[in-house]
């Protein structure tokens, strides 16, 4: 358990992007959620009261992770791991995701300067005008994704936690080597679950045996541990497939998933 209990670890997710870097593929992501594997959860489905909108679901609090919609805008959250920030009462982030997915989007950059402090500290990933922007909620900035390599996990966008660059650099390497790309390979990168040297960790508050086993792309321990990967592939067509691999707590995988959306 972390010692500041499960609201500060909540949430915990890793994003790999790569934009403009692939022949087929002008959008690449590949993204991990981590979470207590007692939360209910329910697999990515196009849900029933946004049926253009797929994505995974939080029993718990209702919300989402990750997701895309039909019109092939994308959003993801993580949350930024800092004690000091931490609100038991705050709004659950998760419903963030899905605000930013539905036809009529409340998300852009002045309604969350407005109403991040409603929430605990997030970053949050999302399509704005055809473009991939990252908010800061505890920065209050707001900064298009540009064309290249980029990491997002639990600081800021593009930080030199050694897990980060680590997938980064496998990302690199894969889509450099690799014509067309596969998903399965992919996956593989974002089950590693080699663990930076203590010298490397960042300090975030949450003790030295987590900030261990949190420098994994793949974590997995009794209680808590990665639950899924997402993969991306947005073609140039505007079509995307989305795949999908859930996790039981010994890392085992189950109920893969892959959807085809055409873009509309």
Known sequence: ???????????MCILFIAIDQHQDHPLVIAANRDEFHVRPTKSAYFWPDHAHMLAGQDLQAGGTWLGINQQGDFAAL????????????????GELVSLALQQKQTINEQWLLAHC?????????????NRLVCFNSITKTQVELAAGFHAICNGALDDVWPKMAYGEQLLEQLIAEQQPLSAEHLFAIMQDPSQAPDELLPETGVGLDW??????????????????????????SGSTDFYEQSYTPDGSIFNKQHFALAKT
């Open 117 to 129: 402090q409603d929430y605990n500290p997030f970053n949050l990933i999302y399509s704005d005008n």
């Open 211 to 236: 900030e261990r086993k949190l420098s994994a792309i793949f974590i997995k321990s009794a209680d808590y541990g990665t639950r899924s990967t997402s993969v991306l592939l947005k073609h140039h």
């Open 78 to 93: 993580t949350n930024i791991r800092d004690r000091h920030y931490n609100n038991p009462n705050a709004k659950s982030r």
């Open 1 to 11: 358990m972390s010692p500041y209990g499960q609201k500060v670890l909540y949430n």
